[in-house]
């Protein structure tokens, strides 16, 4: 058999396997979609969201495990602090489409990010926009961060970096039912969300370290608690304008 010949079959081959992996993830994904397609929410005219106060944090000193059952395993969830944050939606991820190719322990449990702003940029969405430009991602090295630079003219904004930097935040969401996942999905860009429950450091259920959350809304460095100060959620409830999902 000629070398042409069997790098032929070996290129078939290789097409086969490609197209079974990328049919594959489509039909996961769509079960996926329908999974969480039908929640349940309830009308709230009485809480309206103030997307202007900084997020609300109390710190726990010693709290329990929290259950909690990814796509494909089971986790161990640590609570270390009660947590409830509003604001404007800048941007939001998913991270559907192949959610089998690269995927990690981190991306069972964590279903969804989202970048969510407060304070001046909540309502100065215009302006917001005009001088900054946000993207949550996944990257190839399976990071899952907030993208964010500023405009030109780079010194027209009425907010430096600095602001920008402490006024938002990359969430990794944890839903804690279905009906909860549901309601996430439902978040679109430049909604006016809240979200509660609590920051947690994820194990799975052999007590492996997956992630540990940022306590904090001001670190950036990478080598932070949140490996890059992400905040990773716990989420029991969520309102997304007048409706709430629980």
């Not at 078939?12 to 996926?32: A, P, Q, R, T």
């Not at 991820?93 to 407060?118: E, P, S, V, Y």
């Not at 946000?134 to 907010?159: C, N």
Request: aromatic share 12%.
């Amino acid at each position: 058999m000629s070398f042409i010949k069997i790098w032929y079959i070996f290129c078939k081959i290789c097409l086969l396997i490609f197209i079974i992996i990328v049919i594959n993830s489509i039909l996961g994904d769509i079960l996926f979609r329908i999974k969480y397609s039908f929640p349940k929410a309830e009308l709230t005219e009485i809480q309206i969201i103030d997307p202007t106060k900084d997020p609300v944090q109390i710190n726990f000193e010693n709290s329990q495990y929290i259950k909690a059952r990814g796509e494909k395993g089971i986790f161990a969830l640590k609570p270390q602090a009660q947590y409830s944050i509003s604001g404007l939606v800048v941007t939001r991820n998913t991270n559907f489409w192949f959610r089998d190719i690269m995927r990690n322990k981190f991306d069972d449990i964590c279903l969804m990010d989202i970048g969510i702003a407060w304070g001046e940029l909540a309502t100065h969405k215009k302006e917001l926009y005009r001088y900054w430009k946000f993207k949550s991602k996944k990257t190839l090295g399976q990071s899952r961060r907030l993208e964010w630079r500023s405009k030109p003219p780079y010194d027209a904004s009425p907010w430096d970096a600095s602001y920008i930097s402490s006024h938002i935040s990359h969430t990794h969401l944890i839903p804690a039912n279905y009906n909860v996942m549901g309601g996430l999905l439902s978040i679109r860009k430049n909604d006016i969300v809240k979200l509660d429950g609590y920051l947690v450091d994820i194990y799975t259920d052999k007590n492996e370290l997956i992630a540990k959350t940022s306590l904090s809304r001001t670190d950036t460095n990478p080598t932070s608690r949140g490996s890059g100060a992400c905040e990773d959620m716990y989420v029991n409830q969520v309102q997304v304008g007048n409706k709430l999902y629980k």
